[in-house]
């Protein structure tokens, strides 16, 4: 569990907290295929040949990475 969940709480509401949080572990899960979901709907769109061609494609591309990075990440946190 990342330390990001208790982060600022006391030791008994952190172990409160962890316990309630594993126990909703099916909600987690469903919400981390629900990112899976979205992360591979980013992958099939892909950009391109003809993207390329103009100059916009590199924001096309930074928000794109950055999509991918950010459900990462929270991929990452609901991994308890």
């Given amino acids: 569990m990342k330390t ?3 982060a600022g709480m ?4 952190a172990a409160e907290f962890k316990t309630y949080l594993k ?3 099916k ?3 469903r919400l981390r295929q629900i990112l899976q979901a979205r992360l ?3 992958d099939r769109k ?3 040949e003809e993207d390329y061609k103009t100059t916009d494609w590199v924001p096309l591309m930074a ?3 950055g999509r991918i990075a950010e ?3 929270l991929d990452d946190l609901l991994a308890v």
Avoid: Y
Wanted: glycine residues 8%; hydrophobic residues 40%.
């Fill in 40 to 42: 591979e709907g980013i």
């Fill in 10 to 13: 006391t030791l008994d509401e």
């Fill in 23 to 25: 126990s909703q572990k």
């Fill in 71 to 73: 459900i990462k990440e």
């Fill in 27 to 29: 909600l987690l899960e």
């Fill in 63 to 65: 928000f794109r990475n």
């Fill in 46 to 48: 892909g950009l391109f």
């Fill in 4 to 6: 990001v969940w208790t």
